[in-house]
């Protein structure tokens, strides 16, 4: 089945090092990528997304591109902050069937000052 | 424009009890996904309702139920419930094939 692979944490970094989690997937088919955060305490935010091959999606200083040829969509940002303490969720969505959401497990990354 | 609701926010029951969990939609959307996230893990999808019909179905007993009203709300019902159904449960709404906005989850303990 159709399933996300996320790099294990937690992943500890000072403030403005620069961030990368890996994601890669497998699906039958082409899916939707996304990047979702969740803050402690709180649901999942859509960070970004991207729905085909090549795409970059970017939002807040977060990017990742759609690499068909590798299965992945690794997230990065130049200059992390404090505030970007946080997990990181990377998903799937297929867009035949119900328009469920296939989530990696999750990397928690915290910004040390 | 209101977001993703839902209640209660915390809850704690016992073995074979029954639960409901509530959702309501963001303004005009008219899907509306579950999902459980166990504790340090990713959130697994339950079920979706599109227009008040079932639109699919994850890996979840039928002890998993759901509805879903005309104004789009929804809820999620948990019959004889298990010491591994303590979760966080997150609702999701949508409109159509748009990306899925979450609200912050019900936290279900079960002793």
């Known amino acids: 089945g159709d399933s996300v692979t996320q790099m294990e944490g937690p992943v500890t970094l000072s403030e403005e090092a620069f961030l990368t989690i890996n994601c890669t997937y497998t699906a039958t088919g082409y899916p939707s990528l996304f990047w979702y955060v969740q803050y402690p305490g709180e649901g999942l935010q859509l960070l970004l997304k991207a729905t085909k091959a090549d795409d970059k999606g970017s939002n807040k200083g977060f990017e990742a591109t759609y690499r068909k040829e590798t299965t992945s969509f690794h997230l990065e940002k130049g200059s992390v902050q404090v505030s970007d303490s946080a997990v990181y969720f990377c998903a799937l969505r297929m867009s035949q069937g119900a328009q469920k959401l296939v989530f990696g497990q999750g990397t928690r990354l915290t910004i040390n000052p | 424009e209101t977001g993703v609701t839902q209640s209660p926010t915390h809850l704690i029951k016992t073995r074979g009890q029954q639960v409901t969990l509530r959702c309501s939609s963001q303004?005009?959307?008219?899907?509306v996904s579950w999902y459980q996230q166990a504790l340090g893990q990713g959130p697994q999808f339950i079920f979706q309702y599109y227009r008040e019909e079932e639109n699919g179905r994850g890996n979840f007993p039928p002890r998993f139920s759901g509805l879903q009203f005309p104004n789009y709300s929804s809820e999620l019902n948990v019959n004889a419930l298990e010491l591994d159904d303590s979760a966080l449960y997150l609702c999701a709404s949508s409109l159509d094939q748009q990306p899925q906005h979450f609200g912050d989850g019900t936290r279900l303990s079960i002793l």
């Open positions: 303004s005009g959307h008219n899907t």
